[in-house]
C-alpha cells in the first residue's frame, strides 16, 4: 500500500476523458540519474504552459532503477504517466510506443537527458499555434561534440542527402513538436525497422525549425557507442531508397568492362608474343578485388532481403510490460491487432 498524499495534488492524473493539450514523451533507458532533475524541470516549465499536459515516460527495458522511479513519478505526479517495454526495444520502439499512448492534441518528444531544453518548447509551441505548421523541430549547433563525431556526422548528411528521397538534416534530432495530424501519419507508417529522421521528413507537412545551443548530457552516460552510430548510419541509407541497389548494378558493370578490357588485352599480348605463363600477380589481384566487390554487392543485396524478411514478420514494435494505466492492452497501435480495430487511422492519405 502506498501513502495517500495528505495535500489534494495540483496536477490531478488526467481523466482519459479530460482534453490533453500537450503530451511529452520522453524515452528512458538507464536514466536513473536524470530522471529526478528532469522531472522537476518538465514539471515547472509544462505548468508554465498549460495545466492540461501530460508527460508520458517510457521505460525501454532500462537495468536500472529507472522503472521502480517511474512508478514513485507516478504515485507522487499523476499527470506523469509511464509504459514499460518488455525489454530494451531502442529509442525508435520506445518514442512509438510514447507517440501511440499520447492523448494530447500537441505531442513534444524530448531526451531524458535535458540535452533537449523544455525552455525551448516555450518557444516552439507557438509556432504550432499559429496552424501554419504541423511540425516544429529544433535544430542544435554542435559546439561541445567530439570534433570526430561532429565532422563524421556532417560527412553522413552530405553524403546521405545525395543518396536518399526524404530531406535531412544535421543538428535536426528528435526533439520536436508534432500536432494530432502529424502523429496520425506517423502512426500509420508499419514499418519495422525505423529510421525515425526519415519518417519525420517523409510523413512531410509544414515544418517550422528553432536552433538551439547544444547542451551536454547532465547525468549518466550517453547509450549510443560509435558502432550503434554507424550501423544506424546504414539503417538511414538502405530504410529509405533502393539506389544502393542501383549503384551494386553500376559497380558491376564496371568491373565487367575493366575485367572484359583486361582479358582481352592479355589475349591479344598472348598471341601477339606468344604466351610466357608469368601473371601470377594479376590472376591473384583479380581474384581478389572482384572476389571483394562480388562480397560488397552481395552484403547490399543481403540488407534487403534481411529487411524484407523482418517486415514480412509483422512483429508488434514494442511490448509493454507495465504502465501506469492497468487496463493498457499488451500490443497497440504498431501491435498490429489494433490496426483491426481501428480503420480510420489508416485512411490518411497518403
Ligand atoms: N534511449 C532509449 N533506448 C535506448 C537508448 C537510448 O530509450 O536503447 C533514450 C535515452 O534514455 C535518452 C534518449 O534515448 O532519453 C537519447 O539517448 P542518449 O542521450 O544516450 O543519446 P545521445 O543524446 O547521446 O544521442
Ligand atoms: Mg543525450
Redesign the pocket.
Known amino acids: 500500500m502506498s501513502a495517500m498524499p495528505a495535500v489534494p495534488d495540483p496536477s490531478p492524473h488526467p481523466a482519459p476523458s479530460e482534453r490533453v493539450e500537450l503530451s511529452v514523451v ?6 536513473e540519474e ?1 530522471l529526478p532533475r528532469l522531472v522537476e524541470v518538465l514539471t515547472q516549465e509544462l505548468s508554465a504552459l498549460t495545466p492540461h499536459f501530460e508527460v508520458i515516460l ?5 537495468r536500472d532503477r529507472t522503472l521502480p522511479m517511474l512508478r514513485e513519478v507516478h504515485r507522487a505526479h499523476p499527470r506523469f504517466r509511464y509504459l514499460s517495454l518488455s525489454r ?8 512509438l510506443a510514447g507517440l501511440s499512448h499520447a492523448r494530447g492534441e500537441k505531442v513534444a518528444i ?4 535535458l ?1 533537449h531544453p523544455p525552455t525551448l518548447l516555450a518557444k516552439m509551441l507557438p509556432l504550432l499555434d499559429t496552424g501554419d505548421y504541423s511540425q516544429v523541430v529544433a535544430r542544435r549547433t554542435r559546439a561541445g561534440d567530439p570534433a570526430l563525431r561532429t565532422a563524421l556526422s556532417r560527412l553522413y548528411y552530405r553524403m546521405m542527402n545525395r543518396l536518399v528521397d526524404v530531406d535531412l538534416e544535421d543538428g535536426v ?2 526533439f520536436r513538436v508534432l500536432d494530432r495530424r502529424a502523429v496520425r501519419a506517423l502512426l500509420t507508417l508499419g514499418e519495422s525497422n525505423r529510421f525515425s529522421k526519415g519518417l519525420f521528413a517523409w510523413i512531410g507537412f509544414p515544418t517550422a525549425v528553432v536552433d538551439y545551443e547544444n547542451v551536454s ?1 547532465e547525468a ?5 557507442s560509435m558502432r550503434n552510430l554507424f550501423n544506424y548510419g546504414i539503417d538511414g541509407v538502405v530504410s529509405f531508397n533502393y539506389r544502393p541497389l542501383r549503384m551494386s548494378i553500376w559497380f558491376g558493370i564496371l568491373a565487367t568492362v575493366v575485367a572484359v578490357g583486361y582479358a582481352l588485352w592479355v589475349l591479344v599480348d598472348a598471341i601477339v608474343h606468344g604466351n610466357s605463363v608469368p601473371g601470377y600477380v594479376t590472376t591473384i589481384c583479380a581474384v581478389t578485388a572482384f572476389g571483394g566487390v562480388q562480397l560488397i554487392v552481395l552484403g547490399v543485396i543481403g540488407e534487403y532481403l534481411g529487411r524484407i524478411y523482418a517486415e514480412t514478420k509483422q512483429r508488434p514494435l514494442f511490448l509493454l510490460k507495465e504502465s501506469s494505466e492497468s487496463d493498457l492492452p499488451v500490443t497497440t497501435v504498431l501491435g498490429r491487432e489494433h490496426e483491426a480495430l481501428e480503420p480510420i487511422e489508416r485512411s490518411i492519405p497518403e
Request: with cysteine; hydrophobic share 25%; net charge negative.
Open positions: 520522453v524515452p528512458c533507458y538507464n536514466e536524470s517510457v521505460d525501454d527495458g532500462s530494451n526495444f531502442g529509442k525508435e520502439s520506445a518514442m524530448m531526451d531524458a537527458d540535452q534530432g528528435d548530457r549518466g552516460a550517453t547509450k549510443w
